[in-house]
């Protein structure tokens, strides 16, 4: 059974930096495409980051240049690197492997941007 597990949330002023990691349990992320998404109150899940099995990496617009996405074959993780965080990426951010139709999420983790 896939089980994704994020952590590395938490609150932090504007301007600040925080490091999310995903670990994935039953399988091994070589073979997914892998992304960080996120969802703030009221509003859709959006993608924010991915990283596909060949490690070709894309970003939305409002993080590029601001997040880095990679991976860690050996520690079987994701890891997302936030910096010169903003109000507006207060949200739940969510772990996603996608292989074709196939999708797995966690359970999301908490980030607080707050002076």
């Known amino acids: 059974q896939v089980q994704l597990v994020e952590s590395g949330g938490g609150l932090v002023q504007p301007g600040g930096s925080l490091r999310l990691s995903c670990v994935a349990h039953g399988t091994l992320i070589y073979i997914w495409d892998m992304g960080w998404f996120r969802q703030a109150p009221g509003k859709q899940r959006e993608l924010v980051a991915s990283i596909t099995r060949a490690n070709s990496t894309n970003y939305s617009d409002s993080v590029r240049g601001r997040f880095t996405i990679s991976k860690d074959t050996a520690k079987n993780t994701v890891d997302l690197q936030m910096n010169s965080l903003e109000f507006e990426d207060t949200a739940i951010y969510y772990c996603?492997?996608?292989?074709?139709?196939?999708?797995?999420w966690g359970q999301g983790t908490q980030v607080t941007v707050s002076s």
């Open positions: 996603n492997a996608k292989f074709l139709s196939t999708n797995h």
